[in-house]
């Protein structure tokens, strides 16, 4: 009786643990979801130029343009904490973006790099 009594404290404790981490992962689907829009710079200056992504919840990113058109298209991913892109315009422009996520604060900054050899920082807000 003792072994059987072991054994479903051992499944609850397994299913609570299984549970609890799919509600850990939920949140950052709610905090990255949405337009985030904030400014790009080149090189070591600071950033000025317009920028925003549409991070979509399934794993797809949109580069918006400041007549909010979408000029670029990708995937996206966020692990503990550091969100990665790769978005690529019509013109072959690839654009690779690492940053942190600041969930408490809904910010985002990053570094970038295309296959132009140029590069960059930015930061968005959601």
Sequence with gaps: MKIISLFATLLLITAFI??????????????????????IGNESGTP?????LNIKS????ERVSSGNTITAYGTWQLKEGTF?????YSNGTIVNVTGIVDKEKNNLTATWENNGNEEGSLFAYK
């Design 48 to 52: 000025s130029g317009q920028y925003a």
């Design 18 to 39: 299984a549970f609890s981490k799919e509600k850990d992962d939920i949140p950052d689907l709610f905090v990255i979801d949405g337009l985030w829009e904030g400014k």
């Design 58 to 61: 399934d794993g797809t990113v």
């Design 84 to 88: 990665t892109t790769t978005y690529t």
